[in-house]
């Protein structure tokens, strides 16, 4: 089947949807398809700007093709007759960041009808597609609730799963991912204190210098710097994946993410349990307490309470670990059937 | 200029002046070396009617698809005239891509009326004319109809269809600027062409004098204003008769003949609709004609044009296309007098037969020149090559225009705007270009 993936560009931003794009069209090869991707410049910036974006891509006219698979706003509007949309998320701020407040589309006549307009477009795209794929589950109820339509969930699966092979454990526990207040490593630097002899390694790229120099002078303050290593630097993936096979377990604990998150994907793929939070979001719809990690509530203390009752049984950790892979191929996550269901 | 190929649509039988004119300029265009296809836009039984000679091809407009339509023909020439009758087919079919309307009557709301009946709609009685002309046109719950000066002033309808063509003819100048104001394309005001061959001399002088109307006699005419004249005049009265040239109702009939009685006038004669070879016979006596209309509602008239040709002193309403004529090629006569200044000019034309003749030659000079089917064609071929020109454009223009109704946005949307300003910027035209960047930049002023 000859495929194009079809997503939006910034140029120079390159983040989980960009790598997801990347390993689709790769993935789509090795499954024997002829693929090609193409990313459309986009930008958000003014709202007013936002109509001529949809009108772009309402534009455009593709051929040679036999099924598009299409990713974000606004590229999933170009027409196409036999076209899969995996929807990694929408113009969110035509939708729920408008509700808490977090949008550029202003509260005015004029920005009542860009919003009218996006949802006008949205509802266009969904309804000539011929399935909707999203995400995450809090993808597909914000399409049900804002647009009326349904949607099955498709997590994308890890890209390189091959290195995550999991390995003796050597007693510490790793937080990875981007460093930031809303992942909030700090939390995991304060539960040091209530986890004694506990050793933690946070390994991922600070958003900004700020953030990681906050992170160390926390360290400093908790008196745990001993027990604490910081490797704040985008961490080359056999690095990574190195750290996390020797990791006794993974914490990860974004507030109210979207996904489950690559570093749960990342740990359970090695047989590593996940510590996370209570309102972690996306995240708990793979991680069950006691079973295949711990979910705790966001506080120091019982993160801390967590941490150390891993540690104090590694056999209990090692078979979270192992219930954790389990969970990962019972959902099947991975590229062979994601691939197969987006070419279904 | 390449040969265009060229839908000609319209009615095309008999009983249409504006179809005799559709058959002169077809053959016109024909001779010039454009291919013209004749598309028949009348309904019902009128379509039944036989049809003209024709250089190409004759058919019903609905026979043909919209897209065979598109691509078969470079521009769409649609005759709109106020009668649905003969015009009926043409109103979906009105493409802002490749339609140039010639609008023969500056008042169509017959022919909308007609549409909204035919099709079921009777609510856009009241919104269209609302949308069109704001809510002042239109009280809620006002009848649609009113009277016909009232009608013409508060809602035409002329934009109803202006609006909606490619580019657009007004017959004369003063309806044009509300063409042009409707119309998204190029405006062009030609006087109407129309000829009528072999049609007999002016009759020698003799003691009696007969006045001819013609065409279809309705109170619009003003012929009681004629009978008046007559009767008010001790030297028109008994010498001067009136005879009505076409078709006009029982009412009609008994409304003039009551009043000739009444004023001791020779009653009208009345011949019915007649044939072109017919019109030549009646015309053999006649001394003068009138084309006096109150209020005007026309573009143009081919009865006037045919009345100039004849070589025969003419009166006409000096109001509207009428009032555009050379003035001393007709007798003019004011609204509000016209009975007074029929009488002063029938009066001069039964005493000064030489005079009057010579102001018959020269309007037949401009009637063989000004109103020549030649003459409209060197006008109309460089607005139909204008539109054919800028149809890729106009076509690109649409689509975007299309997309974005799709989003909700109506044509006055500011990113409708936008679009087409960048369409309408892919070209040479330096105005153009300047206008795009005026109406694009502001919503990027921040980006640039």
């Known amino acids: ?344 | 200029m390449r040969p265009l190929r060229i839908a000609w649509a319209g009615p095309w039988n008999d009983r249409s002046a504006i179809a005799a004119f559709g058959e002169g300029m077809a053959a016109e265009l024909a001779a010039r070396g454009h291919e013209v296809t004749v598309l028949r836009t009348e309904v019902g039984e009128f379509a039944d009617l036989p049809p003209r000679p024709a250089p190409g091809e004759v058919h019903p407009m609905d026979a043909l698809g919209d897209n065979t339509i598109e691509y078969r023909f470079d521009v769409l020439v649609a005759q709109i005239g106020d009668n649905y009758n003969f015009h009926g087919a043409l109103l979906r079919r009105i493409s802002p891509m490749m339609t140039v309307g010639v609008f023969h009557d500056a008042f169509i709301a017959n022919l909308f009326h007609g549409h909204v009946h035919w099709s079921g709609q009777p609510e856009l009685l009241s919104t269209v004319p609302r949308e069109l002309y704001g809510p002042e046109s239109m009280a809620e719950g006002e009848p649609f109809w009113t009277g016909m000066e009232e009608m013409a002033r508060r809602r035409p309808m002329l934009e109803w269809l202006a609006r909606r063509c490619a580019g657009a003819v007004a017959h004369a100048g003063h309806y044009a600027p509300r063409l042009a104001a409707a119309c998204p394309g190029p405006v062009a005001t030609i006087p109407l062409a129309f000829e009528v061959p072999d049609l007999p001399p002016l009759p020698r002088p003799w003691n009696r004098m007969t006045v001819a109307a013609i065409g279809y006699a309705n109170p619009n005419r003003q012929l009681d204003q004629v009978i008046t004249a007559i009767g008010a005049s001790g030297t028109l009265r008994g010498h001067c008769r009136l005879r009505v040239i076409g078709a006009a109702e029982e009412a009609e009939r008994a409304r003039l003949t009551a009043l000739a009685e009444l004023l001791g006038v020779a009653p009208p004669e009345f011949t019915g609709w007649v044939s072109d070879e017919d019109l030549r016979w009646q015309l053999r006596d006649v001394d003068a004609i009138t084309c006096l209309r109150n209020p005007v509602l026309e573009g143009a008239s081919a009865s006037v044009i045919l009345a100039l040709a004849s070589g025969r002193p003419t009166l006409v309403t000096n109001h509207g296309c009428y009032a555009e004529l050379p003035g001393d090629t007709v007798l003019a006569c004011r609204p509000e007098a016209e009975a007074l200044d029929a009488m002063r000019h029938l009066e001069w034309v039964q005493a000064n037969p030489a005079e009057a003749a010579a102001l018959g030659a020269r309007g037949q000079a401009v009637a063989l020149t000004r109103h020549s089917f030649h003459t409209y064609a060197d006008a109309l071929l460089p607005l139909l090559e204008e539109v054919t020109r800028d149809r890729p454009r106009r076509e690109a223009r649409v689509r975007l225009a299309s997309l974005l109704e799709g989003f909700g946005l109506g044509p006055d949307d500011p990113a409708t705007r936008r679009a087409g300003a960048v369409v309408d910027a892919m070209g040479l035209d330096p105005a153009k270009v300047e206008q795009a960047r005026r109406i694009a930049a502001p919503a990027f002023r921040e980006t640039a």
């Open chain 1, 1 to 344: 089947m000859r495929v194009l993936v079809l997503s939006t560009m910034v140029p120079f931003v390159h983040g989980g949807a960009e790598e997801l794009f990347d390993h689709l069209v790769l993935n789509l090869r090795r499954q024997g398809h002829d693929a090609e991707g193409m990313r459309l410049p986009f930008t958000w910036d003014p709202a007013e700007g936002l109509i001529e974006e949809m009108l772009i891509a309402r534009q455009i006219r593709l051929t040679n093709i036999d099924r598009l698979i299409a990713l974000k706003f606004p590229a999933y509007m170009v027409p196409w007759h036999d076209k899969v949309l995996w929807v990694l998320h929408q113009y969110r701020q035509a939708y729920d960041l408008l509700d808490v407040g977090g949008s550029n589309i202003p509260d005015t006549p004029r920005g009542r009808q860009i919003l009218a307009a996006i949802r006008a477009g949205d509802a266009q795209a969904f309804r000539e597609s011929k399935r909707i794929h999203t995400n995450a589950p809090i993808t597909s109820r914000r399409m049900k609730q804002y647009n009326g339509f349904d949607s099955s969930v498709l997590r994308p699966p890890l890209n390189d799963p091959e290195l995550f092979t999991g390995g003796e454990a050597e007693g510490y526990i790793l937080a990875t991912g981007r460093v930031n207040a809303g992942k909030r490593q700090s939390l995991l630097v304060r539960a040091l204190r209530h986890a004694p002899g506990v050793r933690l390694v946070v390994a991922g790229p600070p958003d900004t210098p700020a953030d990681a120099e906050a992170l160390r002078r926390l360290a400093v303050e908790e008196g745990v710097e001993d027990r604490v290593t910081l490797d704040l630097r985008f961490v080359p993936r056999t690095d990574l994946a190195r750290m996390v096979n020797g990791a006794l377990a993974v914490a990860y604990l974004p507030y109210d993410e979207d996904s489950l998150g690559y570093c749960t994907m990342e740990a359970f793929q090695a047989a590593k349990p996940v510590i996370t939070s209570t309102d972690s979001g996306g995240v708990l719809d793979i991680v069950r307490d006691r079973d295949n990690g711990r979910v705790v509530p966001p506080e120091p203390a019982e993160l801390g309470a967590a941490m150390a009752g891993l540690a104090a049984d590694a056999a209990r950790a090692a078979r979270m670990g192992r219930a954790g892979r389990d969970a990962m191929e019972a959902e099947g996550l991975d590229w062979p059937t994601t691939v197969e269901r987006l070419v279904a």
